[in-house]
């Protein structure tokens, strides 16, 4: 079992960054790919970016450019670096891990964390 554990959501002006960080329990972190999913209020869960265990990433076209996703291993942590924040990136985003391929995306892994709210005001 992988529990994930979000941080670093918060409220920020348009244009504004912030980092969102993830960590997981247990010592197989090195071995399973790791992704960030967000849900806005009345839409569906929808991936933003994920990395595979050799450090490969892939992006949804509305955040490439803007947001950056790594992962490091040693502490057992995945980073969503978001910059040039907009009001439609307004959403609880959520950290995905499972033993999968980046080429299944936007299939999400088998573990969930809680989720982080993040807010961006115009």
């Known amino acids: 079992q992988v529990q994930l554990v979000e941080s670093g959501g918060g409220l920020v002006q348009a244009g504004g960054s912030l980092r969102l960080s993830c960590v997981a329990s247990?010592?197989?972190?090195?071995?399973?790919?790791m992704g960030w999913y967000r849900q806005a209020p009345g839409k569906q869960r929808e991936l933003v970016a994920g990395?595979?265990?050799?450090?490969?990433?892939n992006y949804a076209d509305s955040v490439k450019g803007r947001f950056t996703i790594s992962r490091d291993n040693a502490k057992n942590t995945v980073y969503l670096q978001m910059n040039s924040l907009k009001p439609e990136d307004t959403a609880v985003y959520y950290c995905?891990?499972?033993?999968?391929?980046?080429?299944?995306?936007?299939?999400?892994?088998?573990?969930w964390g809680k989720g982080t709210l993040v807010t961006v005001s115009s």
């Open positions: 995905n891990a499972g033993a999968y391929s980046l080429a299944t995306l936007p299939k999400p892994g088998d573990y």
């Open positions: 247990g010592s197989i972190f090195r071995l399973l790919a």
């Open positions: 990395i595979s265990t050799g450090g490969s990433t």
